[in-house]
């Protein structure tokens, strides 16, 4: 395949702009273009959802047809012009942003969900970074992304006709997606190499325009590689530990040459997860070899504009990689370089903070992004908790209270998920353009009334019966029904039946069958005349999750029990386009993820723009949300530390589960008035719009990023000269040498008026008082909470030098409850990410 293949094809002048609008993936959200891929070829519009693929397909006699047809002319001018209106429009970060990010952020990412019609993704991560990418567009915040171009991505699913989940892995033939080859300025097609044994892996590189955002994608499968790396990126999360470490060499290692050889310079650099750690090294000996320094001066002045997200909630969801391995792959690209394996795996691994040798260690992907970055953070309230746990090892002298993990909630990019009846009712509450600007906390829905509001539900909840019914057909049901050929085919669904719905990663920790731990509750649920219940799953699981195979399995049994068949449906290959469908279509949404795995579970958030409701867990993104007039929680109120001890609660939570189905969920559904209208339920509906629709969504996501996050980190790193990154790295030298003389003498406290005063001594040896922090500290117990407080230096003391005096009062509590530290104290560091020196009173 050449370049020649992205050359425009002969074509009527008057239709040149197609390519343009083909190329923008700002139709998989904004679809005021869809009108013309119907009319160029309805078939493959409507069966791939993919722009570039119609352009390609249809006819030259197709194409004159319409270049001569005045009504297809004017609506290809009006979306010409649109396209140019939005290409050129001022945005949020362009009008009201309080700073300048230069040019602006590179953002890693395994996987990608932008559309069904560019399978790079899996699930939550890659449609989480799809929506970023999404919204980061709307609001004009220029940001460049990298990841990989898969030659087949994830999974097609089937099932078998005894329940089992068939995997099938299609050739994505590039041409065909919407990308498009990456040219430098002379034309030719970027190429980028990255050192294994024994040779060079050729990169191509290639292009999808994110609306105002660029997504570079690299490809292995360059005819002069290797057989074997041709395939490096031919599957996403392959279960070979030795390819999987070549995949995130490809992306980290050769992401970060790309953006250099692009002249890219970002201010700053966001991992989202550590699959991409090595970007963050090879950014570090970048710039060790333009400033010609060492290697921690290098890391010092890089990390401080590193920020690294995690999304995993159990220390064992990390890449680990054994040293062998590493030794192998990793030697070519360290040769002649500042930093050896040995440093690498050091500064992947717990034993960096503690002076342990890590000889025969694992090198841990997310802790080697941990130690190379200025900032951290989780995607929940509670999942910050949770991070703060899995990472306290690396901090082990320090409390989980302390562990810098900060957090900002998961959102959905809201224009990607709303219905046409829904994108209706918003425009006329809310305008036009409520997504491209910074959306209030809520936007009121009082202009909507109850008839509008159901009207709307009852629209949504029929579409999706339909493309149910469809969907079935193109499964087969008509070749091998169970025992009944219209229930199989979802004949028997019903526009006005209550509609549950489950569309998530089938494993063992999301517990999708919670609701079959009582067939028999179930089973009467599903057999009520007068308040009946339908139910719609969807889900893959991993080719190598055997449990969540198991899962499949019971769940397809079930559903084609004679009194269960054709009241619920499993609806095969999920992907994006069937989770659109899904979502708002269905009228409660059901999420039960077993604590604490859950670290945000942002599917539920889709819902929320068109009035489906929630029935969740209390946990992830659902803590943040829930209160009683926007949705139901199994266990709600439960707290971080109840959550993490709770062992089995698989019968008790099911047991919840069907006791707010049959006492609430099923019951408002059905409790109408004489016109026929639920108001109860629409109350919650209305609820959950105008209340959870702005602040879950990836809208209020991105903005937090920029002011949180990227803004006081880039400036902080114009700080980082090479000059002052040497003397941070002198200094923490300095401070490293004399700290294991550093101790604590006399401690005592006084009481008097309902507080107490402390007073200690301690000996800095040398060190100037100004870097040291005394602080005393207590945590919670039956007399408070948590307090660090500081204490001021009252003295020196004149008969030892070096020694000083320190005191500060605090609220009584019992002897033994308050606790002396001495840490590092450096305004231009992130503590104690970057430095996680403390010593503690024995």
Not at 56 to 85: C, M, T
Not at 276 to 283: F, M, N, P
Request: hydrophobic share 35%; net charge negative.
């Amino acid at each position: 395949m050449t370049l020649a293949a992205y050359t425009p094809r002969s074509m009527p002048e008057s239709l040149s702009g197609l390519f343009q609008l083909a190329l923008d993936l700002r139709w998989t959200w904004h679809h005021g273009s869809d009108e013309l891929w119907l009319a160029l070829d309805q078939d493959t519009w409507e069966g791939t959802r993919n722009a570039w693929l119609v352009l390609n397909s249809v006819s030259g006699d197709k194409l004159e047809e319409l270049a001569a047809d005045p009504s297809f002319q004017d609506r290809y001018r009006e979306q010409i012009a649109a396209h140019h209106q939005f290409v050129h429009a001022n945005t949020w970060y362009s009008d009201d942003c309080a700073g300048d990010l230069g040019q602006g952020v590179a953002y890693f990412c395994m996987e990608y969900g932008i559309s069904e019609s560019l399978p790079l993704y899996s699930g939550g991560l890659g449609v989480l970074a799809g929506d970023y990418l999404k919204a980061a567009s709307d609001l004009g915040l220029p940001v460049t992304a990298v990841g990989l171009l898969f030659q087949q991505g994830y999974f097609r699913q089937a099932i078998s006709t005894d329940g089992e989940q068939l995997e099938f892995y299609p050739y994505n033939d590039p041409t065909m997606l919407p990308v498009s080859p990456l040219r430098d300025d002379d034309g030719q097609w970027v190429r980028v190499v990255v050192p294994f044994p024994g040779r060079n892996v050729r990169l191509r590189a290639w292009k999808a325009q994110v609306g105002k955002c660029e997504l570079l994608l690299l490809d292995s499968n360059d005819p002069r590689n290797e057989p074997g790396d041709r395939g490096i990126t031919s599957e996403l999360y392959t279960g070979d530990p030795e390819k999987r470490l070549q995949q995130e060499m490809v992306l980290g290692i050769g992401g970060w040459r790309l953006l250099r050889q692009l002249a890219i310079h970002p201010s700053v650099c966001h991992l989202n997860e550590g699959h991409c750690a090595l970007a963050l090294i090879e950014r570090a000996l970048s710039w060790q070899e333009e400033h010609q320094t060492d290697f921690q001066t290098a890391r010092t002045a890089t990390r401080a504009t590193n920020l690294f997200t995690t999304h995993t909630s159990v220390a064992s969801g990390f890449d680990h990689f054994p040293g062998t391995l590493l030794q192998l792959y990793l030697s070519p690209w360290l040769a002649a370089r500042d930093l050896t394996i040995a440093q690498l795996v050091n500064l992947g691994s717990e034993g960096a903070n503690t002076g342990v040798n890590c000889d025969g260690q694992r090198l841990n992907m997310a802790l080697l992004a941990l130690n190379m970055s200025g900032r951290i953070n989780g995607v929940s309230r509670l999942h910050q908790k949770a991070s703060q746990r899995i990472f306290q090892p690396f901090f082990p002298r320090w409390p989980s209270a302390d562990i810098p993990a900060d957090f900002v909630t998961n959102g959905v990019h809201t224009p990607s998920w709303d219905s046409p009846e829904s994108d209706a009712i918003w425009t006329r509450a809310c305008g036009k353009d409520r997504w491209r600007r910074p959306l209030q906390v809520s936007c009121p829905m009082e202009a909507v009334s109850d008839e509008d509001l159901w009207e709307m539900r009852r629209l949504q909840r029929s579409r999706l019966i339909g493309y149910l019914r469809r969907r079935l057909s193109s499964q087969h049901c008509e070749q091998n029904p169970a025992n009944d050929h219209a229930a199989a085919c979802g004949l028997l669904l019903d526009h006005e039946t209550l509609t549950l719905g489950f569309a998530r990663r089938f494993t063992e920790y999301k517990r999708p069958d919670l609701l079959l731990q009582d067939q028999a509750r179930l089973l009467r649920l599903l057999a009520s005349r007068d308040r009946p219940l339908q139910i719609v799953l969807a889900g893959k699981a991993h080719p190598y999750d055997h449990r969540g195979k198991e899962i499949i399995r019971r769940w397809k049994a079930f559903s084609r029990r004679p009194d269960v068949e054709g009241k619920v449906v499993f609806i095969e290959d999920y992907d994006l386009g069937v989770a659109n469908q899904l979502i708002q279509g269905v009228d409660v949404w059901l999420n039960c993820p077993r604590h604490p795995w859950e670290a945000c579970g942002t599917s539920g958030m889709k819902v929320l723009v068109n009035g489906g409701l929630n029935l969740s867990q209390y946990d992830g993104w659902w803590a943040e949300a829930w209160n009683p007039g926007v949705g139901w929680a199994i266990r709600p109120g439960a707290t971080f530390e109840e959550l993490r001890s709770s062992s089995d609660h698989d019968a008790s939570d099911a047991g919840e589960l069907f006791d707010l189905l049959e006492r609430e969920v099923i019951p408002d559904f059905y409790n109408v008035d004489q016109e026929g209208i639920p108001r109860q339920w629409l109350q919650k509906i209305r609820a959950s719009m105008d209340q959870l629709t702005a602040p879950f969504s990836a809208n209020r996501m991105v903005r937090e990023y920029v002011e949180r996050f990227y803004l006081p980190m880039a400036e902080q790193g114009k700080q980082r000269t090479p000059e002052a990154a040497q003397g941070i790295v002198e200094e923490h030298s300095e401070l490293i040498r004399h700290w294991p003389r550093l101790r604590f003498s006399a401690f005592n406290v006084s009481e008097s008026g309902g507080s107490q005063t402390y007073t200690v001594e301690v000996y800095l040896d040398g060190i100037d008082e100004q870097r040291i922090a005394v602080e005393l500290v207590a945590e919670r117990s039956e007399y408070g909470p948590r307090t660090v407080t500081a204490m001021a230096m009252q003295h020196p003391l004149a008969g030892s030098a070096h020694s000083y005096l320190y005191q500060c009062s605090v609220p009584t509590r019992p002897e033994g409850h308050y606790t002396p530290r001495l840490r590092v104290r450096d305004g231009r560091l992130n503590l104690p990410l970057e430095n996680p020196t403390v010593l503690w009173l024995k």
